[in-house]
């Protein structure tokens, strides 16, 4: 791709911030693309990893791609033409970010291994800090770290007595090969469902040790034609139309189901049970692969070949609970010794982290793990009390029942956006929401939740350590609504 825009034309005189982006991911290449589009060229992407692309760089495992349809996650403004699938593989989507980053000139602007530890608000600016010093001083922050990047490793005894390979599916070992190996993993989640399918047929053995059975939803991944590409290419508004279409379809059922309307929950749930009753013939397998609890209470699982594949020769599912890891592979409670070469973990990340362990210090000495001892809240997933001129992409409570979290990001942004467009202005030179605002807007969270799928009973990476879920509890409809225009009475502003 050649380079697209330089300095939007849209630049006007006024105070020009220094902006530091931290996190090269999704989020990130979006906030750069946008800032110069508005003319706010003053600005740095600090990436602690030394390529971009966040959660796609880090998950490299066989089998990954993306559950949202690949024309809804894109960009709006840079629909894709080349999507190989509805789902697109991973690489697919690397391949994607690097380059729309490079079409957009947002490449050189990133300093990468370059992890920002620290930021402190002091004398009206941002002081931000790596381990080896004062880096930069901006008037804005935009934390745009992701969601799902801390791997979570299981607390299991003798987990690095393990003497095979072993590693965690969000940091593959691809120079481990799979061939002929008798290969374990532990969890079910979205990840592993992707990865038995895509080494079943080369492995020996593939032994999947599942603590909790998952709702499948019946999903087929068709691939697009030469000639649905070539429509694509010379007709884009097929692109926006099906990237229209995608949203509006996920947001008038899934999005709805998880939130409590029960009629698209009953077919949500009818095609799950359908989908193992179909496909399962074993009695006792079907018993094993049947969950206890609501469909959609985890994050739903979409594919239509992991139960072909589980029921391969070459595949075993392991109900027994693990009791230790040994050299020789996994001991489950029943005494058998389950022996493997090499042993994924597929047990999922740290959903709420956010921009930690970055150690932030607001107004008056605040830090955030203060503001978030008791629970990790924001104003409207994107700003602090307390936290002048500090924003968040996909912070608490983004994430939409399975939308696109690019059409999340892409709003927030536009709203923050709004804000650092009143400052150049001169209509302020400190903002932070309203602690009551805030407090506000949690509680009616809370009260929302009560009536959502997720809190019906099961563990979930949605939940947080007192229990609630870090997700939107209402319609996608009201997320545009909310996230609109800044209502600037629920902010303090600092002339
Ligand atoms: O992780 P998970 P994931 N002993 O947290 C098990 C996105 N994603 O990487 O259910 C034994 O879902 C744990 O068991 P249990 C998507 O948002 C998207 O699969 O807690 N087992 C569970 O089975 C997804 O939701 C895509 O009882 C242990 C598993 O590990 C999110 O990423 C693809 C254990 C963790 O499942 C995370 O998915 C991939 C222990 N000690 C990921 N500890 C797509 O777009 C944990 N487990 C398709």
Not at 152 to 172: E, M, N
Not at 401 to 410: A, C, D, H, V, Y
Not at 464 to 488: H, I, T, V, Y
């Amino acid at each position: 791709m050649s380079e697209a825009s330089g300095t939007g034309a849209t630049a006007k005189a006024g105070r020009t911030p220094r902006i530091a982006i931290i996190g090269a991911g999704m989020s990130g290449i979006l906030t750069a693309i946008k800032l110069r589009q508005a003319g706010f060229d003053d600005f740095a992407i600090y990436e602690k990893a030394d390529r971009l692309g966040g959660t796609w760089r880090d998950n490299t495992y066989p089998g990954l791609s993306c559950d949202v349809p690949s024309h809804l996650y894109s960009y709006s403004f840079e629909l894709n033409p080349e999507w190989s699938h509805l789902f697109s593989p991973g690489a697919e989507i690397q391949a994607y970010f690097e380059g729309v980053a490079g079409k957009y000139g947002v490449e050189p602007r990133i300093t990468y291994n370059t992890e920002i530890s620290r930021g402190e608000y002091r004398d009206g600016r941002w002081h931000l800090s790596t381990g080896d010093g004062e880096l930069d001083v901006v008037d804005f922050v935009i934390a745009a770290t992701g969601v799902l990047r801390d791997p979570v490793y299981p607390d299991i005894d003798g987990l690095d007595s393990f003497a095979g390979d072993r590693f965690h599916s969000a940091r593959w070992n691809h120079d481990v090969g799979l061939a002929g190996k008798r290969v374990g993993i532990i969890g079910t989640g979205s990840t592993a469902i992707q990865i038995v399918p895509a080494i079943i047929d080369r492995v020996a053995k593939v032994s999947l040790f599942q603590r909790t059975a998952q709702w499948i939803f019946p999903l087929a991944n068709p691939p697009y034609t030469e000639a649905d590409k070539e429509n694509f290419r010379h007709n884009p508004g097929v692109m926006q139309h099906m990237h229209r279409s995608m949203s509006a379809q996920i947001a008038g059922s899934f999005s709805q189901a998880v939130i409590g309307n029960r009629e698209q929950m009953k077919l949500i749930e009818e095609a799950c049970q359908a989908n193992l009753d179909e496909n399962v013939r074993d009695p006792e397998l079907k018993r094993q692969l049947t969950p206890d609890y609501q469909a959609a209470c985890k994050r739903l699982i979409m594919s239509d070949e992991f139960y072909p594949a589980i029921q391969r020769p070459e595949a075993e599912l392991v109900t027994e609970g693990i009791e230790r890891i040994e050299a020789g592979g996994v001991r489950t409670g029943d005494g058998r010794l389950h022996e493997l070469d090499v042993l994924v973990l597929a047990t999922g990340f740290d959903g709420h982290r956010f921009m930690r362990p970055m150690h932030l210090v607001g107004q008056d000495g605040l830090t955030l793990d203060r503001a978030w001892q008791d629970a990790t809240q924001a104003y409207r997933s994107v700003a602090l009390p307390g936290f002048p001129n500090f924003f968040m992409l996909v912070g608490p409570n983004s994430p939409i029942g399975n939308f696109s979290l690019i059409e999340i990001s892409e709003i927030q942004l536009a709203y923050i956006m709004q804000l650092i467009e009143l400052y150049r202005d001169g209509g302020f030179r400190a903002i932070a929401p309203r602690p009551d605002a805030t407090r506000r807007f949690n509680e009616a969270i809370m009260e929302a939740m009560k009536g959502t799928v997720w809190v019906t009973g099961c563990r979930s990476w949605y939940l947080d350590k007192n229990g609630n879920p870090a997700m939107w509890p209402w319609s996608f409809e009201r997320f545009c609504a909310e996230m609109d225009q800044p209502d600037l009475n629920e902010f303090e502003l600092v002339a």
